[in-house]
């Protein structure tokens, strides 16, 4: 008897599906149809693209039976704020080791970090060095107290997040059934690299001038942006020069 594949823990937190937005007056600057998947819409405090990750995250962390979610990231944080924002709606804890001081005035994700009650560890620079182990002294602290911790890399970065956008993927492909364009090239944005190449695949039959986004690379090094759809072979020359200007 053949059985499928058990079904992979997830739930749902963001709004989605997020639109797709052509960029009218970009697009005429660079010869090429420009759209971007507007995944800044994908909730209120949880808004961005981490609550992606974290749908299949805590999905992982509530097979475990896990009550606190432990995350680290730096003093202003978008993966940080997202796992105490969720942590707060489903009623978890949320522990933070964060790169840096305490401030003298709290503002920006940090200010929400704390308004969302998260537990928060400043970590000195030969700490932050040691990341992996500062984690799990949180995890350790949580089960001193009876909890059961999950833990989470900086930004999501495992196998569970990328799942994320490989749904994100899919999600694109049935708006394109549904009436979006064909897309060409596909760009996103990569730091941590823990969102896969699913909404950067080409089908054979899209258009080459036509590219979607849902973000940008930036190199500080060269000050420039640098991403598929620029150096995909049916964009003009002259918008490939202007869309690694900065």
């Known amino acids: 008897m053949v059985t499928g594949a058990p079904p992979i823990p997830r739930v749902e937190l963001a709004h989605a599906p997020t639109p797709l937005l052509k960029l009218e007056r970009l697009s005429q600057e660079l010869g090429v149809e420009l759209w971007v998947k507007r995944d800044d819409l994908t909730g209120l405090l949880e808004t961005g693209n981490k609550i992606r990750k974290l749908e299949f995250l805590v999905g992982e962390a509530f097979a475990q039976r896990a009550d606190t979610l432990i995350t680290c990231g730096t003093l202003q944080s978008n993966c940080c704020r997202t796992v105490a924002a969720v942590a707060a709606r489903l009623g978890l804890k949320a522990m933070l080791a964060l790169r840096g001081a305490p401030p003298a005035e709290y503002d ?135 869309c690694t200007r900065w």
Do not use: M
């Open 108 to 242: 920006g994700n940090l200010l929400l970090d704390r308004l969302l009650g998260a537990e928060i560890r400043y970590c000195t620079e030969a700490e932050w060095a040691r990341i992996g182990e500062v984690l799990e002294d949180l995890a350790a602290r949580a089960r001193t107290r009876g909890g059961t911790p999950y833990v989470i890399p900086e930004s999501g970065a495992t196998v569970a997040g990328a799942l994320g956008y490989v749904a994100c993927g899919e999600e694109i492909a049935q708006q394109i059934r549904h009436g979006a364009p064909e897309f060409g090239p596909r760009s996103s944005a990569c730091r941590s690299r823990g969102r896969p190449c699913a909404c950067g695949s080409t089908s054979p039959e899209s258009s080459p001038r036509r590219a979607a986004a849902t973000g940008c690379r930036w190199n500080r090094r060269r000050r420039s942006t640098s991403s598929t759809a620029t150096r995909a072979p049916g964009v003009p020359k002259s918008a490939r020069k202007r």
